[in-house]
C-alpha cells in the first residue's frame, strides 16, 4: 500500500525531531538515522524535515511484502523510529544542560507512538512496540504485520507465549467450524491472503474438500489461489494407531485440486495452486510419506502440511489480540419468547 502525501510530512518531521516527543536529529544524526535503514541517504544543508518527507516519499514506492502495508523500507524505517537508545540520548542532552526544562520537552516512546498512531490511522496502519522494545506495522483491516517479515524465525515473547497456550486451550475444546471461523480466518488474513472464506459445513457436497480458500498476491501482481483442509483430529495412516485417516485426506485433495473456484472480482474460475492440511493435533511422519507415495508429482507439489506446533507458533505472533473468552452464542432455545 502507499501512505498518503500528508502522512509522509508528519513522518518527516518525526524523523528529524521537529515533532513532539521525537529525539531531535541534526544533519550528521539524520544520515547516520538512515544508514541504519540500510539506505544511502545523505542530508546537507536542505530544510531537514522537507528533505526527509521527500525521501520517504521515495521510499513510499518501494516493494512491499503485504498489500496492507507500507513498503519494505518504510517499514524499516518506523523501526528504526522508536529505538529506545535514541530517546535515551535525547533525554541525557537535555538533562547535561543543567536548566529548568519542561517536562514536555522530553522525548517519550510512548507518548510519540500515540502520536504516530494518530497520524497512519488514516491509512488504516497503527504501529505496536513488542516485548522486547521493537516496533512493528500492523494493518487495521487484515491484522497483517511487519512483524512477519521481519522476524519469521525469533524467539516468542512472554507475551506470545501466553497467548499460545490460550489458542492451545481453544483447539483442545473448539470444534472445527470454531476453529476455522475464529482462528484460520483471522490468522491467514494476517498473513497477507486476500478473500478468505470459509465454505462452512452446512453444504458439504458445494465444499469440494475446500473448507477454506484464499487468494495470495505477488509483488508482481499476479494472484496465487490456495485452500485449506482442516482436521481436528492427529492425521496418521497407521490402522494400529486406531486413527487410519489419511485416505480421507487424499480423496479431499484430489477433489480440490481437480475442482475450480470461482473468484467473484475476477468474475471467472481458477484451478488451485496450492492446498494447507492443517491438522490441531499432529500429523505423522507416516501420513505424509504416505500422501507423497499415492499422489503422483504433479500434484505432490500442491500441498503444504501445517501441523499443531507450526500453527501454534504461526497463531500466537500473528493472533496477539485474539480474544477467546467471550460469552457463548445463545441458540434459539435460549430465547424465551
Known amino acids: ?27 550528521y544524526y539524520i544520515t547516520k538515522f538512515f544508514a541504519r535503514c540500510g539506505l544511502p541517504f545523505v542530508h546537507g544543508n536542505e530544510t531537514r524535515a522537507k528533505w526527509a518527507a521527500e525521501r520517504l516519499a521515495e521510499l513510499n514506492l518501494g516493494e512491499c511484502s503485504s498489500p496492507d502495508l507500507p513498503s519494505n523500507d518504510l517499514c524499516r524505517v518506523v523501526y528504526e523510529l522508536f529505538d529506545p537508545f535514541d530517546f535515551e540520548r535525547e533525554n541525557e542532552k537535555i538533562d547535561s544542560g543543567g536548566a529548568y526544562v519542561d517536562p514536555e520537552a522530553y522525548a517519550d516512546v510512548p507518548k510519540a507512538l500515540e502520536r504516530f498512531n494518530r497520524v497512519v490511522q488514516r491509512d488504516g496502519l497503527k ?4 516485548e522486547s522494545g521493537r516496533c512493528y506495522v500492523r494493518s487495521t483491516g487484515t491484522g497483517a504485520s511487519s512483524a512477519i517479515f521481519a522476524q519469521q524465525n525469533r524467539r516468542l515473547s512472554a507475551e506470545e507465549i501466553a497467548q499460545r497456550q490460550k489458542v492451545a486451550k481453544f483447539l483442545d475444546e473448539a470444534s472445527e467450524d470454531d476453529v476455522i471461523e475464529r482462528v484460520l480466518v483471522p490468522l491467514f488474513r494476517g498473513l497477507g491472503f486476500r478473500r478468505v472464506n470459509p465454505s462452512g459445513h452446512k453444504d458439504k457436497q458445494l465444499e469440494f474438500g475446500k473448507d477454506i480458500w484464499m487468494k495470495y ?17 492427529k492425521i496418521d495412516s497407521s490402522a494400529s494407531s486406531g486413527s487410519k485417516n489419511v485416505a480421507t485426506i487424499l480423496n479431499q485433495a484430489r477433489m480440490a485440486i481437480d475442482n475450480p473456484i470461482f473468484d467473484p472480482e475476477a468474475n471467472r474460475t481458477f484451478l488451485l495452486d496450492h492446498i494447507f492440511i492443517i491438522s490441531t493435533r499432529e500429523i505423522t511422519k507416516a501420513a505424509k510419506l504416505w500422501l507423497g507415495t499415492e499422489l503422483d508429482k504433479s500434484m505432490r507439489r500442491h500441498i503444504i502440511f501445517m501441523d499443531r506446533e507450526e500453527f501454534l507458533d504461526h497463531s500466537a505472533k500473528i493472533l496477539i489480540d485474539l480474544q477467546f473468552d467471550e460469552a457463548a452464542m445463545i441458540s434459539d432455545e435460549d430465547i424465551p419468547f
Not at 6 to 20: A, Q
Request: proline share 4%.
Open 1 to 27: 500500500m502507499k501512505l498518503s502525501e500528508r502522512t509522509l510530512e508528519e513522518m518527516g518531521k518525526m524523523v528529524v525531531g521537529d515533532d513532539k516527543y521525537f529525539p531531535r536529529r541534526s544533519s
Open 127 to 130: 504501529a505496536y512496540i513488542d
Open 217 to 233: 498476491q505477488l509483488p508482481t501482481g499476479h494472484w496465487l489461489y490456495f485452500c485449506a483442509q482442516v482436521k481436528i483430529e
